[in-house]
């Protein structure tokens, strides 16, 4: 486990590392720019880098982890990348219901993967589930999400990198935005993040605006019209489907 500043979870868990890029979103992937690093530094987690690999060591760990906590998992990678066997997701899978004192918030730009595996997986109350949205060409994603019976359905609109005009909120429960940060960062429109945030308070959808980014985020900072969007999900009870 890791302590994070990403600002919507508490804590990092990461029984895989490594990923590839999918699509636009990946361009100035933080991940690999980490991997990098603690490669140079002598992590035994990184010596092949960036390269996709699975952690057998790491997969029973929040079982040890007694104080509740929402946990990002995979912050590293992705657990519906296509070369991650079945066999190992449900073994992260049955941790996380096993571990049902913790939170824990799993992210994907692969969402038909995920659609095709759900079935396959036990979704207890304390697993939610996202896909990444960063432009209008992936909005197709959502639709994928929203046949996953996870307790919470979340987007990370993040990085937004260009306008959405259309996107369908039924049947989610959370919606993340944010602007890309680092030193080859790119633009997000002030008008852009409003139109997702009108979206969600007119669908009454938790709305939560992650950051503006850029170079220095610290300094840009995560205000969107003189207040702070930190509003958070209610899981709910859905219908499970379970093939063995």
């Known amino acids: 486990m890791a302590q994070t500043t990403i600002e919507w979870t508490e804590s990092t868990w990461n029984p895989v590392t490594g990923c590839n890029k999918t699509s636009p979103g990946c361009k100035n992937c933080y991940a690999e720019r980490m991997a990098k690093r603690l490669k140079f530094m002598g992590s035994v987690r990184y010596v092949n880098e960036f390269e996709l690999t699975l952690h057998e060591d790491v997969v029973q760990e929040p079982l040890s982890w007694k104080k509740p906590r929402t946990i990002f998992v995979n912050s590293m990678s992705d657990l519906f990348h296509e070369n991650i066997p079945l066999e190992f997701i ?128 610290k300094k840009t900072g995560r205000t969107l019209d003189k207040k702070i969007w930190s509003e958070m999900p209610q899981p709910k009870l859905r219908r499970k489907l379970i093939r063995l």
């Not at 987007?155 to 989610?172: A, C, N, Y």
Request: proline fraction near 5%; hydrophobic fraction near 40%; charge should be positive.
């Open 90 to 217: 449900r073994k992260v899978f049955d941790v996380m219901v096993k571990a049902h004192w913790h939170t824990f918030q799993i992210l994907t730009k692969r969402a038909s993967r995920l659609e095709e595996l759900s079935p396959y997986l036990p979704w207890s109350k304390n697993i939610w589930m996202g896909v990444s949205v960063e432009n209008q060409d992936y909005t197709f994603r959502v639709n994928h999400l929203r046949k996953v019976p996870a307790a919470v359905r979340f987007l990370s609109i993040e990085p937004l990198i260009g306008k959405i005009s259309r996107i369908g909120l039924r049947d989610i429960d959370w919606v993340i935005v944010g602007g890309e940060s680092g030193p080859r960062s790119r633009y997000m429109d002030p008008e852009w993040v409003r139109i997702i945030r009108d979206k969600c308070k007119k669908q009454n959808v938790p709305f939560f605006f992650k950051q503006w980014g850029g170079v220095h985020k």
